[in-house]
């Protein structure tokens, strides 16, 4: 990211305020965090990098590196078997037990590494949509929500009820579902989109990762990023 670029962007005096630090010192500071970690203004932002050690800024998956996994690992265009069907058309109701917590359609990201499931967000459609953490073993939210101006939602904004302990109804049944497909995809990192009616899991997309989305609840300064992850990975039998 360029020194002209940071100049002309708003969100750069935005954060200068919020920060109380002069712009230009700012765009220094995004600057050296995008030569040193590969990251831009958002990851600067989202992550909270000026808070954190270089330990801890080293374990992030920012959009440099993002795009060096994009450029790896999913090489040529995007393959979709025939037997794996995206519904393009209107969703049907949602899973009733969802409703609890947003009755506007709750969408799962998960990302996927070589056909590993690595992490999973569940969205929360609203006005601002709000992203909470899905613990992939328990199928628990464990985490508050968080939007993408970093704040935090221990209960739902539409329905008033906690998120926090929420257990996500047919969640062994999701995760198979999503590694079914994870093994007749050629890209090897990627993001699966999912939809819950009453019946099961619906796919609704295949796309490139939205890499920061899983890393948004990584707010305590002692917490490592995920692309460790990714790390322990890169050299399994799947490379």
């Known amino acids: 990211m360029s020194i002209f670029s940071l100049l002309k962007n708003p969100e750069t005096e935005s954060l200068s305020k ?9 765009i220094l500071d995004i600057n050296k965090y995008s030569k040193k970690y590969k990251a831009d203004l958002n990851d600067y932002k989202l ?27 999913n090489k040529g265009e995007l393959i979709i078997p025939n037997k794996v069907k995206i519904n393009t058309k209107k969703l049907p109701p949602q899973n009733e037990e969802l409703n609890v917590i947003n ?24 006005t601002k949509p709000v992203y909470a953490q899905v613990n992939i073993e328990t199928g628990i939210l464990d985490y508050p929500g968080t939007d993408l101006n970093g704040k935090t939602y221990d209960r739902s904004p539409s329905t008033k009820e906690e998120l926090i302990w929420f257990r996500i109804p047919k969640w062994p049944r999701i995760c198979r579902y999503v590694q079914n497909i994870a093994t007749n995809i050629n890209h090897k990192y990627i993001e699966i989109s999912i939809y819950l009616d009453e019946e ?4 609704v997309g295949i796309n490139n990762p939205t890499y920061y989305l899983y890393q948004l609840h990584i707010d305590n300064i002692q917490e490592k990023g ?6 322990e990975r890169e050299n399994n039998k799947w490379e």
């Open 47 to 73: 992550f909270k990098m000026y808070q954190k050690t270089d330990e801890l800024n080293k374990t992030y998956i920012t959009k440099g590196i993002n795009d060096r996994y994009i450029n790896k690992y």
């Open 18 to 26: 919020k920060l109380n630090k002069g712009k230009f010192r700012l």
């Open 200 to 203: 099961g899991p619906i796919l």
């Open 103 to 126: 009755k506007k359609p709750c969408i799962f990201k998960f990302l996927v590494f070589k056909e590993e499931i690595i992490s999973c967000v569940l969205e929360l459609s609203n």
């Open 226 to 231: 995920i692309k460790f992850l990714i790390e």
